[in-house]
């Protein structure tokens, strides 16, 4: 079968190789990949900035969906011809984040899905929407889950509430959606006009781009009547945080998800303190956050975004793209055309 693999650090060190096709042993079950979704960590991963010391060679990539091929004895959850998305942390399968638990992540502590087939262990895949293709259900391990964990269990956001996302990428579109389902105001920041029109025909109520401004948490009160938001979704980092405290309403939840800026500015403590602010670190969630969460997208008939696929040969390209910064929600690689 063909894998790519990080055998040195760099997008164009990823290696198209074969490896002979896996057999699934006792407990597990053998899947056909048809989609892979690329997340800013698989940027990250494959450069070696995410974790210099990973072993190598690795398969990366954390998100894909596929059929089941075969299964191995004792498997008695999944049979052969269902459809499956791999969970991101194939040890966490429900209660709160242990060290344990939040080991054994695809496409980072374990070999990922951009290969033709993987092998997992049958708690390790979980059935996904019948209405989805397979390209869409490949977004859902990671920003899915994450932004599902950050609006219904870092905060429980309901009608009325105001919810905060930040940029357009896989994790604030889902946290879009998922925050309409849910009966909330939803406020959005990018750098991109076009990309705030596209993400109000989704629902966004109000997009603010942060070019005018850097202080956007400004916006945010006056558009809030200056109570500030409920919960924000916070992708930003280090160089977002700050207006995230300010942004948010007293008592209100920042869940903290993303890296994707720095700073030079200390952490304004005495704002957390004066706020009373909830601040949660969110790093995806079980596979009951998983499953969970594909009820209610089943229920709403939510339909993922995707913006670009790219073919199986493409993965450099399609990290380059994402690297780039221009795409809208997802990128998704499809393995069988």
């Known amino acids: 079968m063909k894998v790519w693999q990080i055998q040195s650090f760099g997008i164009d060190n990823l290696v198209l190789t074969d490896l002979p096709r896996p057999h699934p042993g006792r407990g597990e079950v053998l899947v056909k990949i048809h989609a892979v979704s690329l997340n800013y960590r698989d940027l990250l991963m494959v450069a070696g900035h995410y974790n210099p010391r990973m072993a190598l060679p690795r398969i990366p ?41 939040s080991r054994g992540a695809l496409g980072g502590d374990i070999d990922g899905m951009l290969a033709e087939y993987v092998v997992l262990t049958q708690s390790g895949v979980v059935l996904v929407p019948d209405h989805l293709s397979y ?25 009325g509430d105001v919810v905060v ?30 990309k705030l029109e596209r993400a109000k025909k989704l629902g966004l109520d109000a997009g603010f781009n942060y070019r005018q401004s850097p202080e956007w948490a400004k916006w945010v009160l006056r558009e809030t009547g200056n109570r500030g938001a409920d919960l924000i979704v916070e992708v930003g980092g280090a160089g977002t945080f700050a207006q995230s405290l300010q942004a948010v309403r007293f008592g209100g939840t920042v869940a903290q998800i993303g890296v994707l800026s720095q700073s030079d500015q200390s952490l304004p403590i005495a704002t957390l303190l004066h706020r009373q602010v909830k601040v949660q670190g969110i790093f995806v969630g079980s596979r009951a956050h998983f499953e969970e969460m594909n009820r209610a997208i089943t229920a709403n008939h939510t339909q993922p975004v995707v913006d670009r696929i790219f073919r199986f040969g493409e993965i450099r390209d399609a990290l380059k793209a994402m690297e780039g910064g221009y795409h809208f929600a997802k990128i998704v690689i499809q393995v069988v055309t």
């Open 61 to 101: 990539c954390s998100d894909g969906a596929g059929e089941v091929v075969e299964v191995g004895e004792g498997v008695d959850s999944l049979k052969a011809g269902q459809r499956v998305a791999g969970i991101f942390m194939q040890n966490w399968l429900d209660g709160p984040p242990t060290a344990e638990r």
């Open 135 to 159: 390209a869409e259900a490949a977004t859902l391990p990671c920003a899915a889950v994450t932004a599902w964990h950050a609006l219904r269990h870092a905060a429980t956001v309901g009608p």
């Open 165 to 194: 996302i930040q940029g357009t990428g896989g994790v604030s579109i889902f946290a879009l959606q998922f925050a309409k389902i849910m009966g909330a105001t939803v406020l959005g920041t990018s750098s991109s006009d076009e």
